[in-house]
């Protein structure tokens, strides 16, 4: 299945859950995945079983993340402020997945690493749009889902092999902190490289006009 397709799946899946939520507010709907996303730090600190239930709210925060966005839009509710709120709770969810990472064993500098280079790329893109881009300059190794994927990852290998990942004998949340923080990398030049063409063709079209 092509990734197109598994997305188109994701956000059909996403309206059909938002169904019953259509009276719930979409603030109060992002607020959810944040505390989901907390939640999932503490139930990654208490190890064992606890671990599948990290995995649920990661899950969780995705879907709480989807649902707010279908909400607002079905009901009307789409406003600015609302925008803002989503992206500053998305960026506070991504922080605490980069500390479940180091909950489960990543050295705090990969952590930092990663934490900072995902918060670049999303400056460069916020900077860029502010600065007249149009769309989102170009779609990464490391977007949204990306973010989601890795520290679930994490959890589920830290559940299922608690002696850490095989050949490396690293434990998952290295592993995984640093897979992160290379995709993060490359997202963060991809993206830049994007915004730089998509500036210079506009910059090239208003030269043709004058």
Same mark, same amino acid.
């Given at each position: 299945? *092509?990734?197109?397709?598994?997305?188109?799946?994701?956000?059909?899946? !996403?309206?059909?859950?938002?169904?019953?939520? =259509?009276?719930?507010?979409?603030?109060?709907?992002?607020?959810?995945?944040?505390? *989901?996303?907390?939640?999932?730090?503490? &139930?990654? *600190?208490?190890?064992?079983? $606890?671990?599948?239930?990290?995995?649920?709210? !990661?899950?969780?925060?995705?879907?709480?993340?989807? =649902?707010?966005?279908?909400?607002?839009? @079905?009901?009307?509710?789409?406003?600015?402020?609302?925008?803002?709120?989503?992206?500053?709770?998305?960026?506070?969810?991504? &922080?605490?997945?980069?500390?479940?990472?180091?909950?489960?064993?990543?050295?705090?500098?990969?952590?930092?690493?990663?934490?900072?280079?995902?918060?670049?790329?999303?400056?460069? @893109?916020?900077?860029?749009?502010?600065?007249?881009?149009?769309?989102?300059?170009?779609?990464?190794?490391?977007?949204?889902?990306?973010? &989601?994927?890795?520290?679930?990852? $994490?959890? #589920?290998?830290?559940? =299922?092999?608690?002696?850490?990942?095989?050949?490396?004998?690293?434990?998952?949340?290295? #592993?995984?902190?640093?897979?992160?923080?290379?995709?993060?990398?490359?997202? *963060?030049?991809?993206?830049?490289?994007?915004?730089?063409?998509?500036? +210079?063709?506009?910059?090239?079209? +208003?030269?043709?006009?004058?």
């Amino acid at each position: 299945m *092509s990734g197109s397709a598994l997305a188109v799946g994701w956000l059909r899946a !996403i309206h059909l859950l938002a169904r019953p939520v =259509l009276g719930v507010p979409p603030d109060v709907l992002t607020g959810c995945g944040v505390l *989901s996303a907390l939640a999932a730090v503490w &139930l990654a *600190s208490l190890g064992g079983d $606890a671990l599948w239930l990290t995995s649920a709210a !990661i899950v969780a925060t995705g879907v709480f993340d989807g =649902l707010d966005g279908a909400v607002a839009l @079905r009901t009307g509710r789409a406003r600015p402020l609302g925008a803002v709120l989503d992206a500053a709770s998305d960026r506070l969810t991504e &922080l605490c997945f980069v500390a479940v990472l180091l909950v489960l064993g990543a050295p705090a500098p990969w952590c930092a690493a990663m934490g900072t280079l995902l918060l670049l790329h999303e400056y460069i @893109r916020a900077r860029a749009q502010a600065a007249g881009l149009r769309g989102a300059g170009a779609i990464t190794v490391a977007e949204r889902p990306t973010r &989601l994927i890795v520290p679930a990852v $994490a959890v #589920t290998g830290a559940a =299922l092999a608690p002696a850490g990942t095989p050949w490396t004998g690293w434990p998952w949340g290295t #592993t995984c902190a640093v897979l992160g923080t290379g995709l993060s990398l490359i997202g *963060s030049a991809h993206l830049w490289v994007g915004v730089a063409r998509a500036f +210079g063709r506009s910059e090239e079209r +208003g030269e043709d006009r004058g």
